[in-house]
């Protein structure tokens, strides 16, 4: 396809055939994959809702027996049968397939491959009575259930995740011949054993993976659907430019802020492309941006949406149960890389705008006073300031006085909550969605612009304070955020109709109820990719666990990285990005962590590198969104290009310069543990955000090649090694005030018993692995209460002894209490200890060398500013 003349409906060509399905049938079948779709929509919300506990106590009280509540297997079933019928009605087979009608044999694929889905649903209670020895039944609808996925598979996602999942597969089964000291052979590989791991059981397709989309993902996708139908989308994009269409470079960075806005809608980098850049590229263009420049800023913003909370895509709630951990604890590790990655990129805008001395659009309406601004701008950050102190405080007060009515007096609230600010919104024109061939010649005003949508923060409001106050689940905070935006979509039209005093209210509720299910459509539609590649990398997962390919793969890695912790990262790194190009983040995310998180827990354990675990698992998911970005398979920058008219790969290689401020934070956030907030008080956590932000404009400073003027050579090394500075001060402070004393075991419990409770003791391990490999690694574990070192030691889960050898005394573990911190931190019976380390108490606070590092960076900033141009 040319991408010099392309069309708006070519663009959303690109999306259908990426997202939604290629497929456009006519009559029944339309009518079909539509109700089918909604359908699915209405079983996700029921399944997230209390309704079904609440509708099973009304049934038991008048004396029907019916269940009525989906367990999370049948529900899963449930959601893959819709996923695979709606993937083989709506994905044709192949290009030259027709598109406006649907062939039998993709009928007879779609009715088969959903029967087999719901395979659970149909034989639930012969299967938990056979579970671990399938029938021939049951292997035969695995063969060809895993077969009609993998298809469907294709169809939606393409060849490479089919190739990798055939590989594992075949690796599953013809493991087993391979001779035993290889060290990639198991014996595990019977097609029993294969079906039973992959569709009888939940450690496979039906796994983790596909759960999470059940549970979770959906709703957050429903969620986005409802909202951009509701018009936040266009509000959004519209609002983003009237604040910063007129600075230099205006249009790019209102492209930046309104991709970043849009990732809470749109899970998909693509999309976000189309929708957000179908606007943004030609303005960028128009004051001075060139098409690849102005195609790579839409890329870099619009894949950095999947990284931004509180939604970050479909691959957040899969790391959640990874992680095993809650979802509000998990935004706010995520959030500090993710918001200094946009404050870098609007800043890479600027820079560029400045190289090339770019102005903004003209803004229509004439600039306030600074200090009217300011002062506008601090009454509004006190005003909502008392408003969250009134509401966390009002709503703690009310569930206490009136537990039973809480919940009631909370839903009247937002609802005159909501009807007052719809009657703002109506004293303002809506918000039109602007023609993008159409020139633009000034800025949409701020006023009207950011008065016509105040009501959708609303549910943006529900859908975080039920996660991060309420601290609901997921699953759950999604259902009543999309509960309200389905009161918004059925209600907003006519009651703006009404407050304008206009007479076509009937029509505007039609209107409203349309957009209402073309919303549950969508959302359904949005979803089908998802599903089936979640379930795909269920197949992965399955043959990792059943084989214990992972542990195999760590010694492949240690061999290859010699040891060396960033070495192994580099190589990590650059498996998710091969992965990622062509498959979609959640499942590149599935596959990558299930392979290389161990990898990086492992060898890092074996090397004196211990990484928390929310740290490599964000380390992979950051990769894997690169991937949208890489060339020559960035499908993103394949999407800008054809909005731009510029070439794809150099969009994409642009893109892909733009993106390293992303590419860079996972190494620092691995290394420095701060980045993430990991144990980190308020006021520390505010120095980390602050010195971090400079660190990240100080490295895209020194990757452009411009800081205030034009970077000489010695200037970008020092901007390179100060950013450094700033992300990691321990490097340099460990060399100048050391903070662990290292120490042999034999004065172990000495050093343990003047050590200071909640200190980390670090240990240094020799034994054999679960897999009886000999290994030396590293374990931290809290120093606990007591009287003496050996009490201490003991209510940590250690008994030690002394053993006399030929070549002197070693101490061994003698004895693991199960579930203590010892057993936690992998310790085990028979170990060695070969040495230990406590904190120094007394060093100097890394934090200490940010004050040389940021004299030398404003010196280095005065020294370009008195430099002439």
């Known amino acids: 396809m040319s991408t010099k003349n392309i069309d708006y ?27 089918l779709a909604i359908a699915w929509s209405l079983f996700q919300l029921y399944y997230a809702s209390p309704m079904p506990f609440w509708l099973q106590e009304f049934l038991r009280n008048i004396g029907v027996n019916i269940n009525v509540v989906f367990d999370d297997t049948k529900a899963r079933s449930i959601h893959l049968a819709f996923a695979l019928f709606l993937a083989y009605l709506s994905y044709p087979a192949f290009k030259f397939s027709p598109k406006h009608r649907i062939p039998l044999i993709d009928w007879i694929f779609a009715s088969v491959g959903a029967f087999l889905g719901a395979y659970y649903l149909f034989f639930y209670d012969g299967l938990v009575t056979r579970f671990g020895a399938p029938n021939l039944q049951d292997i035969i609808a695995g063969c060809i259930g895993i077969v009609l996925l993998l298809e469907a598979t294709r169809r939606s996602l393409g060849l490479p995740l089919v190739v990798i999942a055939v590989v594992f597969l075949l690796y599953n089964y013809f493991g087993q011949f391979l001779p035993s000291d290889w060290i990639i052979s198991h014996r595990t590989g019977t097609l029993s054993h294969i079906i039973n791991q992959q569709w009888i059981t939940t450690e496979g397709v039906f796994g983790v993976a596909l759960g999470v989309s059940t549970k979770y993902v959906f709703l957050f996708v429903l969620f986005g659907a409802l909202l951009d139908k509701a018009g936040a989308g266009n509000y959004f994009i519209k609002g983003a430019f009237a604040y910063l269409g007129h600075l230099k470079g205006g249009p790019a960075k209102a492209a930046v802020v309104a991709s970043g806005l849009t990732g809470l809608i749109s899970g998909s980098s693509i999309a976000n492309v189309v929708t957000t850049g179908t606007f943004t590229i030609p303005m960028m263009k128009r004051v001075g941006f060139s098409a690849e420049k102005a195609g790579a800023v839409e890329v870099a913003s619009s894949v950095n949406g999947q990284i931004m909370p509180p939604v970050m895509g479909a691959a957040a709630f899969l790391m959640i149960e990874y992680v095993n951990m809650p979802y509000s604890q998990l935004i706010t590790h995520a959030f500090l890389p993710a918001v200094i990655s946009y404050i870098a990129l609007v800043y890479i805008v600027h820079l560029e705008a400045c190289k090339m001395n770019l102005k903004g659009l003209p803004r229509a309406e004439a600039p306030k006073p600074f200090v009217q601004s300011l002062l506008r701008a601090l009454s509004t950050f006190i005003v909502l300031c008392v408003l969250y102190f009134a509401i966390e405080f009002g709503l703690g007060w009310l569930k206490v006085v009136t537990p039973d009515y809480a919940f009631m007096i909370v839903i009247a609230v937002l609802l005159v909550a909501y009807f007052f600010l719809l009657k703002r919104v109506a004293a303002y024109p809506d918000l039109e969605i602007d023609d993008p061939h159409s020139p633009v010649a000034t800025l949409p005003k701020v006023e009207p612009t950011i008065n016509a949508g105040l009501h959708f923060l609303l549910p943006v409001v529900i859908l975080i304070w039920c996660l991060m106050v309420e601290r609901l689940s997921p699953g759950l905070s999604a259902f009543w955020g999309s509960l309200f935006l389905i009161l918004i979509l059925l209600t907003q039209r006519p009651l703006l109709a009404l407050f304008r005093k206009q007479s076509h209210i009937k029509q505007a509720a039609l209107l409203g109820w349309r957009d209402l299910v073309t919303g549950l459509e969508a959302g359904s539609r949005n979803m089908i990719g998802i599903g089936i590649a979640t379930a795909t990398a269920g197949i992965i997962v399955g043959v990792v666990s059943l084989t214990g390919f992972g542990v195999q793969l760590s010694s492949i890695i240690e061999t290859l990285s010699m040891g060396n912790i960033f070495l192994m990262l580099l190589l990590v790194a650059g498996f998710s990005l091969i992965l990622g190009m062509g498959l979609p983040t959640t499942a590149n995310y599935v596959v990558v962590s299930s392979l290389m998180a161990v ?271």
């Open 9 to 35: 409906d070519d663009l959303q060509d690109i999306v259908a055939s990426s997202d939604t399905g290629g497929r456009d049938p006519d009559g029944f079948p339309k009518k079909l994959i539509a109700g």
């Open 599 to 869: 990898v990086i827990i492992e060898v890092g354990r074996q090397n004196g590198f211990i990484v928390p675990l929310i740290a490599v698992h964000l380390f992979v998911f950051y990769f894997g969104i690169m991937a949208d970005v890489t060339p020559p398979v960035g499908l993103a920058s394949f999407a800008a290009s054809a909005v731009s008219g510029g070439n794809p790969i150099k969009t994409g290689l642009t893109a892909f310069s733009y993106s390293l401020r992303t590419a860079i934070l996972p190494f620092l956030f691995i290394f420095n543990t701060d980045l993430l907030l990991l144990d980190v008080s308020f006021t520390k956590g505010i120095l980390v955000f602050i010195t971090a932000t400079i660190g990240i404009l100080a490295f895209t400073a020194a990757a452009v090649g411009y800081f205030f003027r034009k970077n000489k050579k010695w200037e970008t090394v020092a901007l390179f090694v100060l950013a450094f500075a700033l992300f990691r001060p321990g490097f340099f402070m460990e060399h100048i005030s050391p903070t662990q004393s290292h120490f042999a075991p034999s004065v172990l419990a000495q050093q343990v018993s003047s050590a200071k409770v909640g200190d980390n003791l670090t240990l240094k391990v020799a034994g054999l692995n679960p897999y009886g490999k000999h290994i030396e690694f590293y374990a931290q574990i809290p120093v606990a209460e007591g009287e003496s070192g050996e009490q201490r030691l003991q209510n940590m889960g250690l008994t030690l002894f002394e053993q006399t050898t030929a070549e002197g005394q070693t101490w061994i573990i003698d004895a693991v209490e199960i579930d203590s911190a010892a057993a936690k931190a992998g310790l085990n019976w028979d170990q060695e200890i070969l040495e230990g380390a406590l904190p120094i108490n007394d060093a100097l606070a890394k934090e200490w060398f940010f004050v040389p590092t940021l004299l030398l960076l404003f010196a280095l900033a005065f020294n370009q500013r008195r430099r002439p141009e």
